[in-house]
């Protein structure tokens, strides 16, 4: 059970974050518990709702955003988002099983994906303190100046959800995915 008060539906949410949490319902057809939550803080959530918007409309293609997001979910051990976004990764960015497999291995089974989730997993891992020979590799593997700033903030958006839903103990409102291992 969550650590925290997750408002039931979208009137017992505050009246600032009623509108946010439409347009989440309208966009995705549910409001996951994740957004009821942060919805708590008006404040918090128009800020991730706008760093993912902003995210979304960047050059990563969308399945390099969730393989992203399942391997940092496994380095940091959060078995909230690991479900929502092995269900994502799996009904929105067509990803199959044996590439969540390798995505939550911190790889994938693509290589040019590859260099990027090893690169978004170093970055996890080592808390942004990555070699010169990691930036040169996932540049190598054709990701440009920018591409590589939006892998950083992929992780760091992904580690905030990540951790809000640890500090909450967020209820799994996805499919349960169980982590490989205690983070």
């Not at 969730?66 to 960015?93: D, M, T």
């Not at 103990?169 to 996805?174: A, G, L, Q």
């Amino acid at each position: 059970m969550s650590r925290i008060a997750i408002p039931a539906d979208i009137a017992s949410a505050p009246a600032a974050s009623q509108p946010l949490l439409q347009a989440v319902n309208q966009q995705i057809g549910s409001v996951p518990n994740l957004f009821r939550l942060v919805s708590l803080s008006p404040a918090a959530l128009e800020g991730y709702l706008g760093m993912s918007g902003a995210l979304g409309k960047g050059s990563l293609p969308a399945a390099t955003r969730e393989r992203i997001a399942l391997a940092v979910a496994e380095v940091n051990g959060c078995a909230y988002c690991l479900s929502a976004h092995a269900f994502l990764g799996k009904n929105l960015a067509k990803l199959d099983d044996a590439e969540i497999a390798a995505n939550r291995a911190g790889s994938s089974n693509d290589p040019k994906a590859a260099a990027a989730v090893q690169f978004a997993t170093k970055v996890t891992q080592q808390r942004g303190k990555v070699s010169a020979g990691d930036v040169d590799a996932v540049k190598a593997a054709g990701y440009s100046d920018a591409q590589l700033i939006e892998i950083v903030q992929h992780v760091a958006l992904n580690t905030w959800t990540n951790y809000i839903n640890e500090v909450a103990k967020t209820d799994i409102d996805f499919p349960v995915v169980t982590l490989r291992q205690a983070a």
